[in-house]
């Protein structure tokens, strides 16, 4: 299946948090990041993405500290950081925030390194249509991808009976089905992972290595 999605555990686009382009100054990672034009009249220097790359943090300890929320969280190679919410977020904590992050990955677009004032390191978010909370930890999300890419071979068997199948799942175009019984029946165990693989649906639609418009969410959750 051509894609357009890249390997979740690709680097380039899905980097870690040492490898994201720091929000303080510019070092040598930056150049892979951004394109730096300078305008012909004005002489201002214009600093923009030069491409698309989503950071994946698994929120794993709610921080309670300070005015703002945070979340200890992780990255793929398991290091832990701060990751701070700098925008309102009553109404995603009222829906969201009972029924806990722990376990769910943050998905930041365009993210960069911030190092706190207190020397923690981490992510700073402040621009709410970058971010999107999926329900799956990292490790759920890059076995969702492998499926949404076919990486184990496109199935025709129905994901509950494993009957041949032709009908998809309406959400996510990926999983497929004998029946609307089926349907019904393995919805519980795929509702989750349906709601990643909408993301990589959408993730699909575009060339990560060209930034044409800013790609970010349309929902936070
Ligand atoms: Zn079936
Ligand atoms: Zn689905």
Request: aromatic share 14%; with cysteine; hydrophobic share 35%.
């Amino acid at each position: 299946m051509p894609t357009g999605l890249p390997d979740i555990r690709n680097t380039r686009f899905f980097p870690n948090l040492f490898g994201l382009p720091h929000d303080h100054y510019f070092d040598e990672r930056e150049g892979s990041y951004y394109s730096v034009t300078k305008d012909a009249r004005t002489r201002k220097f214009n600093v923009r993405p030069s491409r698309h790359w989503c950071f994946l943090a698994e929120i794993v300890e709610y921080v309670s500290w300070g005015v703002r929320p945070m979340f200890k969280a992780k990255d793929s190679t398991g290091i832990i950081f701060l990751v701070a919410f700098h925008f309102d977020v009553t109404r995603l904590f009222e829906k969201v925030l009972q029924k806990g992050l722990v376990g769910r990955t943050i998905c930041v677009m365009y993210a960069c390194f911030h190092a706190f004032m207190d020397g923690q390191i981490g992510v700073k978010l402040e621009e709410p249509k970058n971010v999107k909370i999926l329900p799956l930890s990292i490790e759920a999300l890059v076995m969702a991808s492998k499926t949404f890419r076919g990486d184990h071979g496109n199935s025709e068997h129905c994901a509950y009976c494993r009957r041949p199948a032709t009908q998809r799942c309406s959400s996510c175009s990926t999983i497929l089905y004998c029946s609307k019984l089926c349907q019904v029946q393995a919805w519980e165990g795929h509702k989750k992972e349906c709601t990643a693989m909408s993301q990589m649906k959408e993730w699909n639609h575009f060339d990560w290595e060209r930034y044409d418009v800013h790609r970010g969410f349309q929902s936070i959750v």
